[in-house]
Each structure stands twice: as structure tokens, then as C-alpha cells.
């Protein structure tokens, strides 16, 4: 069986966040569910498994990965290409076709960002953070 990504992870270690962005492993505990905490450079304080799941948010599988190993080609930072409504917001929510971009700037569906963030990014009146869920292009027989 292959060992966690995180196996060997040390205090200290930088690593980049799929939510957060950079950050760096400011505790690693040798027991629980957890393996370590990063630090982001926004302050937030975000415990992980040593899979890199996060205790954060709705996610199941791996956010953080070291700094020097991410590939970042695969991931939308794409600026918002129409500013929404509050009505078309929740309209989108709704219909569970809106996304949220993350700190890190990465855009994902809004089910699994953590509810507190949304809001607070809706209250702040941050509606820049939010789009249309985009469509997956159809690929054309020839």
C-alpha cells in the first residue's frame, strides 16, 4: 500500500492550498484524524489528513500538495466575465449551477465551499466572487 502524500510532512514545510493559496505547516501531530495545521498567509488557520484533505468545507479529496509539486495548468483562475445579481445568485444556488471563486483563486462549485465563507462573501456585497457554473464543451463528430 502507498504511503499518504503527507507522510513525511514537517513544521515548516510550504505548501500551496487549492482554497487558500500559499501557506506554510505551522503543527504536525503524530495522532488523530488530523496529521498537521497550515497557516495561509490570509490567517487562516487550516487542519488537515495526511491524504491533504481539509477540515474545511465540503471536500473529499486532496487540497493542499507541496509547493514545488502542484501543477496549476488544470485549475480556472479566469476573471468573471459577467458581475451577477443577488437575485441571479441564489437563483444559481438554487439550481446548484453557481460557483465561487476561493482565496486561493481558484473557482469551484458553490456545494462545496464551506456555507460560513458564501455568506460572508455575500453579505460583504463581493458578488465578483460568484458566476455562472461554466458548461463542459461538447465534443464535435467528425
Not at 502507498?2 to 513525511?8: E, G, I, L, N, T
Not at 489528513?49 to 471536500?59: A, Q, R, S, Y
Not at 453557481?98 to 469551484?108: A, C, D, K, Q, Y
Not at 458578488?127 to 457554473?133: D, G, I, V, Y
Request: aromatic share 14%; hydrophobic share 30%; with cysteine.
Amino acid at each position: 500500500m502507498a504511503k499518504p502524500y503527507f507522510s513525511k510532512v514537517k513544521t515548516g514545510d510550504k505548501v500551496y492550498g487549492l482554497v487558500f493559496g500559499k501557506g506554510k505547516v505551522s503543527q504536525v501531530f503524530d495522532d488523530g484524524f488530523y496529521k498537521f495545521i497550515v497557516e495561509f498567509k490570509n490567517g487562516y488557520e487550516i487542519p488537515y489528513t495526511d491524504e491533504g484533505v481539509p477540515g474545511w468545507g465540503k471536500f473529499n479529496n486532496q487540497t493542499v500538495f507541496y509547493r514545488n509539486d502542484i501543477d496549476l495548468s488544470s485549475y480556472d483562475f479566469s476573471a468573471v466575465e459577467k458581475l451577477l445579481s443577488p437575485k441571479k445568485i441564489i437563483k444559481l444556488r438554487e439550481k446548484k449551477e453557481l460557483e465561487i471563486r476561493l482565496p486561493s483563486g481558484v473557482w469551484t462549485n458553490c456545494t462545496k465551499c464551506a456555507k460560513e465563507y458564501m455568506e460572508e462573501m455575500l453579505e460583504k456585497e463581493n458578488f465578483h466572487l460568484f458566476r455562472k457554473k461554466k458548461s463542459k464543451k461538447k465534443k464535435s463528430k467528425k
